[in-house]
């Protein structure tokens, strides 16, 4: 490896900052582009690393307090003297805007509305879960901790079977998954969650099942507009190659294909970018040579003991309508951070007409979660131990008034203040306000460990990291257990009613009737109306027999032999015949 060094003439002694010994006119020097050392270069050479996202050589202590992120182009530069250059520096331009405003997007803004932005845009959310049935419960918490809702939720290792996707079911969204590959029990298992005000269908030919990659893509329409959405999760025991080859097939056809240029494709696609080697390279023709831009450019992987690793990412196929990306460590359940972006695709005219419509409609009066229904109990006790009602009309009617203002000094909530509360419309009774203190105070012992960690020390503080898994372990069973004191409840009250206690055993599998709107692709529109459904099934099957007969009587279909004559199918006679009499 050649070091990018000069020999430097200086009018100063100034000492190495390795031997401390003077620096003369004719020595070789090394300089740190971050903190100005000079070294001598025999000092130096192997203190220094070079640092290809800024084209600079660093010293060893800055290049490891340094945040590594991925920026492919931050060492080009436009050259005036090539005619044909402008162009193409403007689109360079565009993509390093992108990766350079990927950030770690705080608690403050995720609730904030539209996620800070004027306008509602496409919010995409995306996990390497690890488990459903380990940290799916976690997962949803954590969700219910912000205002703002996500259009479409992504999951890879699931490591459930689509038979099994009822069980894992969000309040207002619609869901499809894909199976395990056989026989494997762990690492495999894809998903994708879209608001109920989306419709999706699946593109066969682009997703697949197989031991080097799992991909699933639908066709997604909302509001008149449709684009291709789609999640790929490549095992880290998958051939590379096979992998590479089906990637490229799939970025080729959803180029040949996009919808008004609009496509998305996110997962764990487990090459990393913030390496140096043969793989990245590959990955990067792959994407690039077909025009999709990477829009997560910060570490999204980190284990104990391992490099941080970008190998999570959101592909889109139009860098323009990318209005902002990052993570979210705060709804982090696994090794891998959630990795977010917000798409521009909606309309600015229907724009605010969608967000009163979903608060209009969505935003719960009552609330009847554990804490409040404590709380109703302890004031009505108070209330009925202090008031005497008199057994006659009047004092009944003071009895009743007496409920009905618990209950609306207990449950009923402002429509207004509702909107800056940090729980949305995704409903876990189950979790309280102390286990949401609990979530949070795990969430801050992960960030007092993961700052102890630096150069020297990959793992951090160990104290701090027994305390944070050992916490964690125990919040994981408080939560699991207060579900299941929940419905244990539920099924209590439902004793003796085998209509209410099936009910809930239904809800339980998954097996509940959905209340989502019946959508069909008619003559290539989407239509909701269930008049106009039904009128178009009437008339396909009213017109069977017609078309039927239609095709039947085309002189193509004609039979050319002759009809035969009846007599055919009477049997031959029999000319000899034997009788006895007696």
């Known amino acids: 490896m050649a070091i990018n060094h000069s020999i430097t003439m200086t009018t100063r002694r100034e000492p190495c900052g390795n031997c401390c010994k003077e620096i003369y006119t004719h020595h070789k020097i090394l300089t740190c582009s971050s903190c100005n050392l000079i070294l001598h270069y025999k000092c130096g050479k192997n203190s220094f690393e070079y640092d290809q996202t800024i084209d600079q050589w660093l010293c060893l202590d800055c290049h490891a307090g340094k945040l590594v992120t991925y920026s492919p182009f931050n060492s080009l530069s436009f050259n005036k003297y090539n005619p044909d250059d402008p162009e193409a520096y403007v689109e360079i331009e565009k993509i390093k805007a992108c990766l350079k405003g990927c950030k770690v997007i705080p608690n403050k803004l995720a609730n904030s509305k539209n996620f800070g932005f004027d306008k509602k845009p496409l919010a995409i959310f995306s996990n390497n879960i690890d488990g459903m049935s380990q940290n799916f419960d976690t997962l949803l918490a954590k969700l219910s901790l912000l205002s703002n809702q996500f259009d479409i939720l992504a999951v890879t290792e699931t490591n459930i079977n689509e038979i099994h996707k009822n069980l894992y079911k969000i309040p207002g969204y619609d869901s499809i998954f894909s199976s395990k590959y056989p026989n494997k029990h762990k690492g495999s298992g894809i998903g994708i969650y879209f608001n109920k005000s989306f419709a999706g269908n699946i593109i066969d030919e682009l997703t697949m099942i197989g031991p080097d990659i799992e991909t699933l893509f639908l066709k997604m329409y909302h509001k008149g507009k449709q684009f291709n959405f789609g999640v ?4 880290p025991s998958g051939n590379l190659k096979n992998f590479y080859q089906q990637l490229e097939r799939i970025f080729n056809m959803l180029s040949n294909k996009a919808a008004d240029n609009n ?32 829009t997560i450019s910060l570490p999204t992987h980190e284990k104990p003991g391992c490099d941080p690793s970008c190998i999570d ?26 990795t977010i972006c917000f ?34 109990n302890s004031k009505l006790s108070e209330k009925l131990s202090m008031d005497n009602f008199s ?6 009617e003071k009895f009743i008034d007496c409920i009905n203002n618990t209950i609306e000094d207990c ?42 960690k630096n150069k020297g020390s990959k793992m951090g503080d160990s104290e701090l990291y027994d305390k944070y898994k050992n916490y964690r372990k125990k919040l994981r069973t408080l ?25 809930l055993i239904n809800e339980l599998r998954g097996k509940s009737i959905s209340k989502s709107k019946s959508s069909f692709l008619v003559n290539g529109e989407l239509v909701k109306d269930r008049r106009v459904i039904a009128n178009e099934f009437n008339k396909y099957f009213a017109s069977v027999a017609h078309d039927l007969n239609k095709n039947a009587l085309r002189p193509e279909n004609l039979p050319i032999s002759p009809i035969p004559d009846f007599s055919t199918y009477i049997s031959d006679r029999v000319n000899d015949s034997l009788f006895f009499e007696p």
């Open 232 to 235: 790929v999760y490549r095992p």
């Open 479 to 503: 939560i699991k257990a207060a579900k299941h004191m929940f419905y244990s409840k539920k099924f209590d009250n439902c004793h003796g009613n085998s209509k209410k206690t099936w009910e």
């Open 343 to 376: 798409y521009d695709i909606f309309d600015n005219d229907n724009q605010a007409d969608n967000v009163n419509d979903s608060d209009n409609c969505s935003l719960p009066h009552y609330d009847y979660c554990e804490t409040h229904i404590i709380e109703f």
């Open 411 to 452: 449950f009923k909530v402002n429509p207004q203040s509702l909107k800056k509360s940090k729980r949305n419309r995704i409903e876990n009774p189950w979790i309280t306000n102390g286990l949401i203190n609990s979530i949070n105070y795990k969430n801050f012992l992960y960030e007092k460990w993961r700052k102890s």
């Open 313 to 338: 990412n959101i592909f889109v196929s139009d860098v323009d309508n990318v209005l902002g990306s990052g993570l979210l460590p705060d709804v982090k359940v696994s090794h891998h951070y959630p």
């Open 391 to 396: 057994a006659d009309e009047l004092g009944f």
């Open 263 to 294: 496509s998305i494709v996110c997962g764990d696609f487990n090459v990393n970018l913030l390496k140096n080697d043969c793989n990245k390279t590959k990955f990067e023709n792959v994407f690039f040579g077909n025009c999709f831009i990477p």
